[in-house]
């Protein structure tokens, strides 16, 4: 593995500012080629109480510092990690598999929700309420909740740790992250170059380890912690959740999703094919946001197919780091046995594959750009979260009956929509049961708006001022006088 800062390969926990080896090891592997990267320490639940613990010491020191003395330290880490960018996007790719581009951009994207929330912990504001009574001074004061801790994700195993630790950080909270065993060197480079920034010991801990569900107890379950903060399936939120009832600990969840995509027949179709795509193939499709159900208006169906399936046939499949590659491998052989399983159940009740449908000779986690029509609402195929470079289509001809196919879903993440009547797309855009809803754009996600969802696609919103809130709690002060 070549890097300029090899100070950014790191294959032990960080617990109260120290890096533990252990017994165990935890194998992680390139997903494109099978190759070994490393052998990481495998953590345990003791190893998490360790951490919990180093947490609750160093809180009351953390957040006593000024807002001004925490942003300078993350400032610094922001510095930091812009750069390694090359170094950190390099070990993305390798352990992940999305091309090195994506990689960066990842890069790029994680770091901006440090640099927000750098800022934004300087207007904690609280307010002085108008008295009901003479004798009385009413007001309120935003105070951090205390020890957050995080269980993060494989498909973006640098963003989603810094839209949570960030604003945690920066709130004045202490922090324990869990990351995804398949994805931990993202995790460990960042944590290092937190250390450096200046972070004190205690502050920010990351404990990696392949027994998740005794780690993940630790982490809800604790009394010790605040708040707990999840990216990843409803199912496993669901648990994770019930196990931090018997505390009452905060939450923020951010679980799946099955967004539609609604082509009108007012819509660009150019630009249509190039949200989609967006949406759709970033990542190989391994993102909550990325689009589930393709619904396209009877009058331009055909012409926008055509486009899309043109389109897909241009991608290139191959690993992250060879150039020219603009699709990856998913990240293990059972995302791709899924997939394929999935294909072959919808075509076997009536739906027409156009494109793809197999597995790729470059290795055994790769699956071809794959293109359906004539799905129906009922399969499978389009009840279900895909996560892979799976385009499904389907058309419609009422706008009404497109919301209501659009809403009739137990998830509630984000959904698109392309149409270039103001009117439509405003009164669409406000009819969809969703946390975001992107307008003639495939790409919307930023540090300075709030990320999340509605109904079984969680609760709580990470970015934006609303983010930031997360991570406080409101007193109320009444003095009497």
Not at 57 to 81: E, G, H, M
Not at 134 to 153: E, F, H, K
Not at 277 to 292: E, F, I, L, P, W
């Amino acid at each position: 593995m070549e890097l300029n800062n090899t100070g950014l390969l790191k294959t032990e926990n960080f617990i109260d500012g120290q890096w533990r080896d252990a017994a165990s090891k935890l194998a992680v592997t390139d997903p494109a080629s099978g190759v070994l990267l490393a052998e990481i320490a495998d953590g345990t639940a003791e190893d998490a109480e360790q951490a919990v613990e180093a947490a609750h010491r160093a809180f009351p020191a953390w957040s006593s510092k000024t807002a001004s003395a925490r942003a300078a330290v993350l400032k610094r880490w922001y510095q930091l990690i812009v750069d390694n960018r090359e170094d950190l996007a390099h070990l993305l790719t390798l352990e992940q598999g999305k091309p090195l581009a994506e990689a960066l951009g990842e890069i790029d994207y994680g770091a901006s929700y440090i640099e927000w929330f750098a800022e934004e912990c300087r207007r904690a504001y609280g307010q002085t309420i108008p008295t009901h009574n003479p004798a009385m001074r009413l007001s309120t004061i935003r105070q951090p909740v205390g020890v957050v801790t995080c269980i993060t994700p494989w498909n973006f195993p640098n963003a989603m740790i810094t839209r949570k630790a960030a604003p945690a950080l920066a709130a004045g909270c202490t922090v324990v992250i869990k990351p995804a065993a398949e994805t931990p060197l993202s995790a460990l480079a960042l944590c290092a170059l937190a250390e450096q920034a200046g972070l004190p010991a205690g502050t920010i801990n990351v404990v990696v380890g392949a027994d998740s569900p005794a780690i993940g107890q630790v982490l809800t379950q604790d009394p010790r912690v605040a708040k707990f903060t999840f990216t990843g399936s409803t199912p496993v939120g669901k648990l994770l959740m019930a196990q931090c009832a018997s505390t009452v600990k905060k939450m923020s969840m951010e679980l799946g999703g099955n967004a539609p995509f609604i082509v009108f027949d007012d819509a660009d179709i150019e630009l249509a094919v190039n949200a989609c795509m967006a949406t759709k193939m970033r990542n190989a499709g391994q993102t909550c946001v990325s689009t589930n159900r393709i619904y396209v208006h009877e009058a331009v169906h055909d012409t926008f197919v055509a486009k899309l399936q043109s389109a897909m046939e241009k991608l290139q499949s191959g690993h992250g780091l060879e150039e020219g590659t603009t699709l990856g491998p998913l990240i293990f052989r059972r995302a791709v046995d899924r997939v394929h399983g999935l294909v072959e159940e919808a075509v076997a009740n009536g739906a027409s594959l156009l494109l793809g449908g197999d597995f790729l000779p470059q290795g055994e986690n790769f699956y071809a750009p794959t293109l359906l029509v004539n799905v129906h609402d009922e399969m499978r195929i389009a009840r279900e979260e895909i996560f892979g470079p799976l385009a499904v289509v389907q058309s419609f001809r009422d706008e009404n009956d497109v919301i209501a196919r659009a809403n009739n879903t137990p998830f509630g993440l984000a959904a698109y929509v392309m149409s270039e009547n103001i009117h439509r797309a405003n009164r669409v855009v406000e009819a969809l049961e969703y946390g975001m809803v992107a307008c003639n754009t495939g790409v919307f996600s930023t540090a300075v708006a709030p990320f999340g969802g509605i109904k079984e696609s969680g609760i709580g919103r990470e970015g934006g001022v609303e983010g930031m809130a997360e991570f406080y709690e409101t007193k109320y002060c009444c003095h009497g006088v």
